[in-house]
Structures are given as C-alpha cells and as structure tokens.
C-alpha cells in the first residue's frame, strides 16, 4: 500500500477532528474544517484533500458515525458524530499529546 | 480496521463514493455560499470555491484508499489491462487458453484417479499393515494363487505370533427376495472377525457377534452401504428388517459405511461364514486378510507361516493332500494394496506419466507463443521503458498476462478434467478399486492451482529473461530484423524436445494399439455373435434335487428354442472368460492309471452342460461327437475334454475312450475333443485343461459335496443363439422364464459378444487413454512446429523476398524453410526414439503378443510422426515460396 501523504500528521489530524466534534457535537466536513480553522485562530487550515480520506478511514475504524441530515441553510450533508469508541480514542490521543508535548517542551527547555 | 472491513467496502464501491461525491458538493456549496456572504457575485464565489477545494476526484480516491484493500484493487486493475491486452490478441491467447486447459484437465483427471487409486487405495486404519494370506503350491504348479482353506485359518488364528488377526471370506451369487423384485446379488460369507482384522464397523446397527458365526446360528446379514440406498431407499429402520437369501430369511442387523467396499466393490450383503474346527482341512475356496502386529514385516510373516504349514501332517494327518501328494505348500502372502491394485498400478502410472509427458509439450508449446510475442513486442517494452516504466511495473504487467492465462487455462482444464473424470469413472475396468469414489477433491484443486501458477510464473519470466537487451531495441532502426541467434536455439529445443515427447506417447500408444488388435485377432474358440446370455440361480428351498433342477432346466430350455429367431439355445455351470474363473476344478483320475506319488496331475476346470452345449456355443469340435439332449436325459456317464486336457493327460495315450473320474466312484468315458476355449483371459499363454460332462451326472442340491460328483447345476449360465439381436429378443425369454417361476432373477444378462470384449476391456481402456494423450501431443507438436516455422518465415520475409528477386526459384526457397523444419524435428525424433527405445520394456506388462522392441511399431509410428512434422512445416514453407518480392520489399 502506497504511504499516505500525511501519514506523519495523521495523529495530530485524528486529535484535531476528534476535539472538535466533543466540543461542537455532530458536524458535517465543511464545519469541521471551518471550525479548527476559527479556533485555532486561522493558523491550522485543513485540507479537504487530508480531511475526508480521514473521515472514512475513522468511521471506518467506528470512531465516528455518520449520518445524512440537512444544514442550517438547508442543504443535504453528512454529519460526523463520536461513538463511545470515539471519546475513548479521543481520550487516549489527548493523553499522548500532552505526553508528547510535554516531553518537547521539556526537551526544548533543557537541551 | 480489519481486512474484511475492507473487503466489504470494496464489494460496496459505489456506495461509498456516491455518499463521498455528494458530500464534497455540499462542500464545494457551503464555500461557495461563504464566498457569496462575502461580496463575490456567483461566478467568483464559484470560480473561487473550486480553487480552494482542489480536486474531488482525487479525495475521493484518496479517501477510498484509506479504507480499501489497495493491493486488491491495484491487482485487479493489472489482471484486467492483461485480459484486454489478451483480448487483443485472440490467436495467441486462445491457441494458449486450449492448450493449457487440455494439458492441465488431463493432468488434473489422471490425478484424481492416481491418488484416490494407488495412493489410499484402502480406506481402513492403518491398511499398510494389512495383509492378504495367499500360498502357492509346487506340488500344483503353482507359484501363488491358491488361497486358503479353513483348515489353515484356524491353524494360523491358534499359532501365529506375527499377526494380529486372521479373516477369511468367500464370495458367491445369491438370490435377495422380500418385498421388492428377486434380484442377484453378491454375498461374501465372511469370518466374524473381519470387522476387528479391518478396523472398520457398521455405520448403523451391529456387527456380527461371535456366535453367529458358528453353524445353527440364527441367519443375519450386513448390508453394504449402496444395498441399502438402491433397494431399501436408505431407510432409516432397516436394522431389524427381515430379507431373504436364495430362500433362507435372515435379519438385517447393520448397514456398513459408504467408503466400506471389501472385498470389492460388486459385494452388496454380507453374512457370516458358519465354521468350526471340526469341518478339518477343508478346499483352497476362501480368501484371507490379516493385519500384521506392528514392527513386523511381510517376510516375518512369511517366514512364521512357512513354519507352521510344516507342522501342518501333524495337526490334520487324516486330510489326504498332507499325505497322498506332496503338495509342498508355501506362504506367499502379499499386502493387500498389492493384492488389490498390483495388477493396474503400473497401468496408472504410466498414464500419469504420459498425461505429464503432454502437460509438459504444452509448457513448451506455450512457452514458444509467449517467446515469440515477447519478441514482437520488444520494442513495446523499450518505450515503456522510455517513457518511466520501471522494471517491476513491467515485470507485473508481464506476469499479469501470464496470471490470467494459466489461471483461465486451469479454470477450462478443471472442466475437461470434470468431464473426463465422469468418462473415466463409466468407462474405468471394473478392477479399479474405488474408482465411483474418483472426484475432482480440494487437493486435485490445489494441484491445478499450483501448476497453473508454476506455468504463470514460468512464462512470465520469459519476456523478462535477457532484458538487458530490450533498452537497445529503440537505437535499432525502425526495420525488423531476424531475431538473435541464442533466442532461435531457444526455440529450436523448445520443438525439438514437444516432437521428442511426442514421439515417445506416440510410440507408447503404437504398441497398445498393436496389442489390442492382437487380442481381438485370437480366436476365441466359440462363436460369439448373436447370443444372449445370462445367469439363472434355482433355489435349493424349491428346487431341492438334481433331478428337478435338471428337469426345470430343460423346460426352460425347450420354451426358450421354441421363440421366434431363436436358432439354438443350451446352458453351462461357466461360460468362457467367466470372472468365476475355476467354478470347479479338481484333478482328475485316469482309469487304470495308478495315482502319481509326488505331484499332483494338473488341475482340470468342469462344466456341467445342457444337451448340445458344444453346437450351440460354436465351438470346434476336434474329434468325436459333442453331448446331445437325449444323452442328457439319460444321465449318460460321458464326458467332452478339450485340447488342453488331452495335451495335459493323454499326451501318449488315445483320450477318446477313457474313463475318467473326478470323485471316487463315478466314472465317465471321453466321447469328443474340443478346441481350447479361454479360461479367465484372452490370450492366455497356455489352454486350461477343461472337461464338459452333462448336468444330469454333475452336482445339485441333494449331492453331498463330499462325492465330488462335479459342479452344482443348480445355477447356469444360459445361452440363447438367434437370428434378431440378443437385446430384442430379451424381453421374450424373460417372459419365458418367469411363466414357471416369477421368482427367479436373471443376473448377468449380456449378449455373448459382451464377454469377449469384457475381456479386452482393460487394455482398451488404456490404450484408449494413452491414444488421447499421444494423439494430445501430436496436435500440439504438429502446432508448435507448425508455429516456429511460420514465425521464421515471417521474420525472414523480407531476405526471402531479396532472395527470390535476386533469382532465387521458389522451390529452393520452400525446400530452405523445409529444411530448417526437417533438421528440428529430426534432432527431436533421434532423441525421442533414443527414450522410447530406453523405456518401452516399462510398457511390456501391458503388452500382448507384439515385443516391446518391435522394429514395426517403432518404424511405422515415426514415420507417422515425421510425416506430421513434415506437413507441419511444409504450409510455412509453401508460403515462403509465395512470398512477393515486390510486396515484401516494399512493406518495410
């Protein structure tokens, strides 16, 4: 199997997805990206290219379900929600993050 | 994410994508609405979105990857760009297609029939251990052969140490009757220890206990699994049920296991041999198995029970044969997979090696169409190779190709091997144990699996072989040009080698095919056209004399003859070429001549008969006159021998006149001599000595088998010559029989011709395959020379052309072409008549009357042979000579 591109950031992209669905609950692919967009004050921009092989691969993996439903503006999107194999993966990834950060910020203090 | 998860997506492809593509334009939507709430009118916010989203085709790929098997998915893709790069190609790939599938179907087949056959031929524990107690006799001159009596049953049960457990058995017809028509079937009265000696039990209700082994026990029968389908409807309840034999009722108390076919086949009931040790010596009229006690071996055995038979005068001193003739009796026990399929073993390897032989001309034979498509695309590859293709893209492309036509090859040649193994399994001889048992099983799929992908990988790798070469085809000019010289020799061996295996098959089918017409040649000593026959068993129950035996014969008889057509009809205990073989045979005495003290005279088969036997079978009368009716009825004492018996008894003597006896007191006066007539086999090499004697003086019921008056005339074999063919006039004597007794069952109904080519059956059969497989090899052969040389003559157009406008006739060009083609298949044939001539002796069990070096067969089936290949390479050879110099200079 051909490596994926961003194989590297995969885990940071995960991360990013799975906080952003715990906090604003199910949303379709276009408002997840918008949305770590905004919170991360414009300095993260996901792309749809990474965005949605991501999506299937985590429904795939039954982190996510998805669901057909309508937008505010009416129009027909699937929307992402986490199942309890979701939050627990989120809650694993967050723990691995603070680890890793942690450990560089450590390292970048004393090196 | 686990790889069925994957799977399951692929399998909903279409699904998932169309979900994906309307998610991506709710996307592409939504930013653009975005785009809209910021001022840009709908072509900018449009024009803007799609720049921003980039390329949905490919996320969607992407994001199908994610969740797919890739690998499968990429395989695919290769299999179908093979499979319309194939399809591109019809000739090439068909011509492969065939070849593969016919060599690999006939492989396949031959197999299946190998393993089931002479690799677990006996499906009982441990049955490498098991063994078959024959002896043979010097005192009879007989090497082997002569069995067992139940005398030496009890003598080895009680002393052997080598083996773990004696059985013995003896088959006969009996009449099943009970609630569905009367039928023939074939008993085997079995020791009741057979069972435990086998190591196999019913599959439903019980085996035989000791006691109903013993005489005055209560009847009851094992039934053999096909019985109990074909004529009880594989009634759940049968344990219980009442059936009765030749008009004894017994009870059914098992039903043995389907894969349980002992000691053949053919045998439907089993009952118990009723014995006691009280009964003495007894006749050689049973067969034996026993089971070897582990870490022995059959010459440990051998060595025991030769012992033992020396002890024997002591144990029985009153049984004459231990002290009248010296009998010399030895142990030549067998195992009994040799026993059972020493004879054919030979026969099937053979086959799987003349099958092999063609699987590996087509390897050849495909191997030389990929060479030469490789070649022809060489300069495919090299742009490829321009253009960024790497090694391993081309080699996958190569070997895709090849993938896909041996694995379609095998594919077609499990169907032709589907279909032949239902021919071989109706056509098989009969002596092939678990031949209705031969499947196309898991391991006969593996086979074909590996060997196509064996062939897959073989071919592939030709294109590939000297690659190095394929970058400097693009410097070459545009102009074909004669292929290198190393991949001409390539191919020179490659036919060389299909012509020399060709030849081999073929001489192998030459002398089989010599042998068959041999054995069709010999005169059988009786007319066999136009008869019908059958057997008729009497029932000791209602038929309890001789005399109503002989008398109910005879009307049926004399109603038989008064049929419209029918010409002639008699009756005897054996028929020539009778798988009963002996049906009785005892030596016999000469009046007057004292008993010889230390061998036995030779043993001498009997045949009872109805009046007018000899007329009506054909047969030759040498001297004397044959047994007419009247002398029938009136029981007179004579007797009719045939040649071998006057060759073996009155080689100084004058037969006709003698009395001879087989018991004690009666004594019957030779009248006639016939010709020999075969015993168990076509093409015997020596007669069997063998006396006819009227049934009215023979055996029946209310004999005492202790006179030896002769064999029983309670069964017979009837003969029924007429002018209208036996099948039309079957219904006819049916009627007849059943108007005195409906309930007697006609078993063994074929006409007499059927006999006869029973008896050349076997070979047939093998020389019917081993025809197929070389006519196989010769089509192949003949299309791969054929093949080469029109691949010369196309890449030699062009200096053909110079050539011939360079005044070159078009007979020398032909006679060049010819000439190449010629030196191939002659180098081919040196080397394959060089192996034939080295492994003919293997084909000289299966040989009759024509010696395996016969200079006939090897010359006529060469120069076959050669004329094929000639023919094949003449129709390139005539094109050459038609080429156009205008067109084929012109074309380039």
């Known amino acids: 199997m051909p490596k994926h591109p961003n194989d590297r950031l995969q885990g940071t992209l995960d991360l990013l997805i799975l906080t952003t669905l715990a906090r604003g609950g199910p949303q379709h692919g276009y408002a997840i990206a918008q949305r770590i967009h905004h919170v991360t004050d414009e300095a993260l921009r996901i792309e749809e290219g990474s965005l949605y092989p991501a999506l299937q691969r985590m429904t795939g993996s039954k982190w996510l379900r998805a669901h057909w439903g309508t937008t505010d503006t009416g129009r027909k999107a699937r929307f992402y929600a986490l199942t309890p194999q979701g939050w627990q993966q989120l809650e694993d990834e967050e723990r691995q993050w603070a680890f890793l950060t942690q450990a560089v910020n450590k390292a970048l203090r004393f090196a | 994410m686990s790889p069925l998860t994957r799977l399951w997506n692929l399998v909903r492809r279409r699904r998932l994508d169309e979900d994906l593509r309307q998610e991506m334009?709710?996307?592409?939507?939504?930013?653009?609405?975005?785009?809209?709430?910021?001022?840009?009118?709908?072509?900018?916010?449009?024009?803007?979105?799609?720049?921003?989203?980039?390329?949905?085709?490919?996320?969607?790929?992407?994001?199908?990857?994610?969740?797919?098997?890739?690998?499968?998915?990429?395989?695919?893709?290769?299999?179908?760009?093979?499979?319309?790069?194939?399809?591109?190609?019809?000739?090439f790939s068909v011509a492969a297609l065939l070849t593969l599938a016919l060599a690999i179907g006939a492989n396949a087949a031959i197999f299946a029939v190998v393993r089931r056959v002479l690799l677990n031929p006996l499906p009982y524990p441990e049955s490498d251990r098991l063994i078959e107690l024959d002896h043979g006799a010097q005192g009879l001159r007989m090497a082997s052969g002569i069995a067992m009596s139940p005398g030496l049953f009890f003598h080895y049960q009680d002393r052997a140490r080598t083996l773990l457990g004696t059985a013995i058995y003896q088959t006969d017809e009996q009449t099943l009757t009970g609630e569905a028509q009367p039928e023939r079937v074939r008993v085997s009265h079995v020791t009741t220890n057979l069972a435990s000696v086998l190591r196999v039990w019913p599959a439903q209700g019980r085996w035989f206990s000791d006691a109903e082994g013993l005489p005055g026990a209560r009847p009851v029968a094992v039934l053999s699994h096909g019985l109990w389908v074909r004529r009880y409807g594989a009634d759940p309840n049968i344990v219980g049920r009442p059936l009765t034999l030749n008009g004894v009722p017994a009870d059914v108390i098992g039903v043995m296991p389907a894969s349980f076919a002992f000691p053949d086949a053919r045998v439907e009931v089993l009952v118990p041999e009723l014995l006691t040790r009280a009964m003495g010596f007894g006749t050689f009229n049973h067969y034996s198995v026993a089971r070897l006690r582990d870490r022995l071996t059959l010459a440990d055995a051998r060595a025991e029970l030769n012992s033992l038979i020396a002890d024997l005068p002591r144990v029985y001193p009153s049984y004459p044969l231990t002290i009248g003739y010296n009998l010399q009796l030895t142990s030549t026990a067998i195992s009994l997979k040799e026993a059972k399929i020493g004879a054919v073993a030979r026969t099937l390897w053979i086959l799987l090696a003349s099958v092999g032989s063609v699987l590996l001309i087509a390897c050849a034979n495909v191997a030389t169409l990929f060479l030469v498509r490789a070649d022809a695309r060489q300069r495919e590859v090299a742009v490829r190779h321009a253009l960024g293709a790497g090694d391993a893209g081309i080699a996958r492309c190569f070997l895709a190709e090849s993938t896909v036509l041996c694995l379609a090859g095998g594919l077609l040649g499990l169907l032709c091997a589907r279909v032949a193994v239902r021919a071989l399994v109706a056509f098989g001889p009969a002596n092939l144990p678990r031949l209705e048992e031969i499947r196309l099983d898991g391991t006969v799929l593996m086979l074909t699996v590996v060997v196509s992908l064996v062939s897959a990988l073989a071919f592939g790798a030709i294109p590939l072989w000297r690659r190095g070469r394929l970058a400097a085809s693009l410097h070459e000019s545009g102009r074909s040009h004669t292929t290198s010289r190393s991949r001409q020799r390539v191919r020179q061996v490659l036919v060389a080698s299909q012509i020399a295996l060709a030849l081999v098959l073929v001489v192998s089918a030459g002398f089989l095919g010599r042998s068959f017409q041999k054995l069709r040649a010999i005169d059988p000593g009786f007319n066999p056209t136009r008869a019908l026959t059958f057997r008729l068993g009497l029932p000791d129950r209602e038929y309890s004399t001789r005399r109503s035996v002989v008398a109910t014969h005879h009307a049926i008889l004399e109603r038989l003859a008064a049929l419209p057509g029918v010409t002639a009809t008699s009756a005897s205990t054996c028929l020539p070429l009778a798988e009963e073989g002996w049906c009785y045979g005892s030596p016999l005495r000469v009046h007057g001549r004292p008993l010889p003290k230390n061998e036995l005279p030779p043993t001498v088969a009997f045949r009872a008969v109805a009046g007018g036997y000899v007329e009506a079978m054909g047969m030759r009368l040498l001297r004397g006159h044959g047994i007419d009716r009247s002398a029938v009825e009136r029981s007179e004492p004579i007797a009719v021998i045939n040649q071998a018996l006057a060759d073996a008894y009155f080689a100084h003597e004058e037969p006709l006149g003698t009395h001879v006896s087989i018991g004690l007191d009666t004594w019957l006066t030779i009248v006639g001599i016939v010709a020999n007539t075969p015993f168990r086999a076509l093409g015997e090499a020596t007669g069997t000595p063998m006396l006819y004697m009227p049934m009215s003086v023979a055996g029946g019921p209310d004999m005492p088998a202790s006179v030896l008056a002769g064999p029983d005339v309670g069964v017979m074999s009837y003969m029924v010559r007429s002018a209208i063919s036996p099948r039309v006039l079957l219904p006819a004597a049916r009627r007849v029989i059943d108007s005195p007794d409906a309930k007697l069952p006609m078993a063994q109904v074929r006409p007499l011709a059927d006999i006869l080519d029973r008896a050349s059956a076997q070979l047939a059969f093998t020389m019917a395959l081993i025809a197929m497989a070389a006519s196989l090899a010769l089509l192949l052969g003949a299309i791969g020379m054929y093949g080469a040389m029109s691949y010369v003559v196309s890449q030699r157009t062009r200096e053909i052309g110079v050539r011939l406008a360079l005044g070159a006739d078009s007979a020398r060009v032909a006679y060049m072409v010819l000439r190449q083609g010629s030196v191939v298949a002659i180098a081919g044939m040196v080397v394959g008549l060089g192996v034939a001539l080295a492994g003919s002796r293997v084909l000289e069990s299966l040989l009759h009357g024509v010696s395996s070096r016969d200079p006939g067969v090897f010359m006529a089936t060469t120069l076959a042979l050669l004329g094929v290949a000639l023919l094949a390479s003449w129709l390139p050879a005539r094109r050459a000579s038609r080429v156009d110099p205008l067109v084929a200079l012109r074309s380039e």
Request: glycine letters at 6%; charged letters at 25%; a positive charge.
């Open chain 2, 25 to 91: 334009e709710t996307h592409l939507a939504l930013i653009e609405d975005e785009g809209r709430v910021r001022g840009l009118n709908a072509l900018q916010a449009r024009q803007n979105a799609r720049t921003r989203f980039g390329g949905p085709l490919v996320y969607r790929e992407q994001a199908f990857d994610a969740v797919t098997l890739t690998w499968l998915v990429d395989a695919w893709k290769d299999v179908t760009l093979a499979a319309r790069r194939l399809m591109r190609s019809p000739t």
